[in-house]
């Protein structure tokens, strides 16, 4: 079993700044990827960004320049920093960890917190 715990959603104002971070734990073998998607209502879950276990990051060109994703100093742990946040950035934000359990492939979300932008 494998389980992704996310923080650091809420409520804030457009122009302010939020950080989720994400922990993994679990018969975990090895992670390539953390990363962060979000989905807003009636809509797809889309990429916001990711960084591999070699540093290299992605990101959704929508978040580009605002948004810094970076692994924490647990380990297992990724951190995305939201600055300048926008009303269209609202959205439930999910934690994602790619890599290889002891018995298989690793492919984990977590349960989703809730990222409000007022305007």
């Known amino acids: 079993q494998v389980q992704l715990v996310e923080s650091g959603g809420g409520l804030v104002q457009a122009g302010g700044s939020l950080r989720l971070s994400c922990a993994a734990s679990g018969s975990i073998f090895n992670i390539n990827l953390m990363g962060w998607y979000r989905q807003a209502p009636g809509k797809q879950r889309d990429l916001v960004a990711f960084i591999t276990s070699a540093g290299t990051t992605k990101y959704a060109d929508s978040v580009k320049g605002r948004f810094t994703i970076s692994r924490g100093n647990a380990k297992n742990m990724v951190n995305l920093q939201m600055n300048s946040l926008k009303p269209e950035d609202t959205a439930v934000y999910y934690c994602?960890?790619?890599?290889?359990?002891?018995?298989?492939?690793?492919?984990?979300w977590g349960q989703g917190t809730p990222v409000t932008v007022s305007s």
């Open positions: 994602n960890t790619k890599g290889s359990l002891l018995s298989g492939p690793l492919d984990a």
